[in-house]
């Protein structure tokens, strides 16, 4: 089983985390990550559904599978770009920042989720994770955090940690 999960951006960061399952755990083990910003150059919806291609083209290729995309609920013009492919199953995330840091911080605790070590992307980003100690509440502060959001998402929309029954 395999999926992506992606932070959408033109100026702002676009972050994708290519996820597999094995044996009963999820890891991240691949990453796609660009900036408009810091590159000088703004990337089109179809260039970043090629870069995508070439990211899942092996899964793709050796199983024949659709990959199921999870990708911020405000990117109407990728969707529709990734979905004209016929190869992505495409889902809105669910964009719920407070449980979503729970619940990925417990998948994260328990093992349910693994990053791996060469997505130096990610492991860059989640160094650099801040949280605002000034507003009175557990949250981050929304800078340098595109991968971190991809995560959420994913984690979120997945249902990774699986809700107790009182």
């Known amino acids: 089983d395999y999926c992506l999960s992606i932070d959408y951006g033109t100026q702002n ?24 910003r810091k590159e000088g150059h703004q990337k089109t919806d179809e260039d970043y559904a090629d870069d995508l291609d070439l990211l899942t083209e092996d899964i793709v290729l050796q199983y024949g599978q659709k990959i199921e995309v999870i990708i911020d609920p405000s990117a109407a013009s990728m969707k529709a770009t990734l979905r004209k492919r016929g190869k992505y199953k495409v889902r809105d995330a669910d964009n719920d920042v407070g449980d979503g840091l729970r619940e990925t911080a417990t998948a994260l605790q328990k093992g349910l989720i693994k990053i791996h070590p060469d997505m130096k992307d990610f492991w860059k980003e989640i160094a650099g994770y801040v949280w605002d100690n000034t507003s009175g509440e557990d949250k981050p502060i929304k800078v340098d955090d595109h991968d971190m959001d991809a995560l959420r998402y994913w984690v979120k929309t997945k249902k990774i940690v699986k809700k107790r029954r009182p």
């Open 13 to 36: 960061a676009f972050a994708c985390i290519l996820w597999g399952l094995y044996k009963g755990v999820w890891y991240g083990f691949k990453g796609y990550y660009y900036s408009g």
